[in-house]
Each structure stands twice: as C-alpha cells, then as structure tokens.
C-alpha cells in the first residue's frame, strides 16, 4: 500500500492510457474496428492501422 500512496501519479496516467485507448477508439471490436472513424471522412474503411497476430 505504501508503494500506491508513492507513485498514485503513474497508476492515474497508465489508467486513463488505458481508459482513453480502449473508450477513445471504440473498444476495437476486433482487426480495424472503430480506428475508422477518426478521419471525418464519412467512409467505414479502416484507416490502415491493423493488428496483426
């Protein structure tokens, strides 16, 4: 509990890393899933951004 109370600071950012890339992009919803809609472009092609296994 002490080693929480001293780096609180990192535990805050990595959790709002991880909440902004998970809420930010949509969830992903598998390979290519919500990455395509940040363009503004009004198209559902994904924006070359995949994740390979």
């Given amino acids: 509990m002490e080693w929480l109370t001293e780096n609180w600071f990192w535990v805050l950012i990595g959790g709002l890393f991880v909440g902004m890339h998970l809420f930010g992009h949509?969830?992903?919803?598998?390979?290519?899933?919500?990455?395509?809609?940040?363009?503004?472009?009004?198209?559902?092609?994904?924006?070359?951004?995949?994740?390979?296994?």
């Fill in 26 to 53: 949509g969830g992903h919803g598998g390979c290519g899933g919500g990455h395509g809609s940040s363009d503004n472009t009004g198209s559902d092609k994904p924006s070359g951004h995949q994740h390979t296994k």
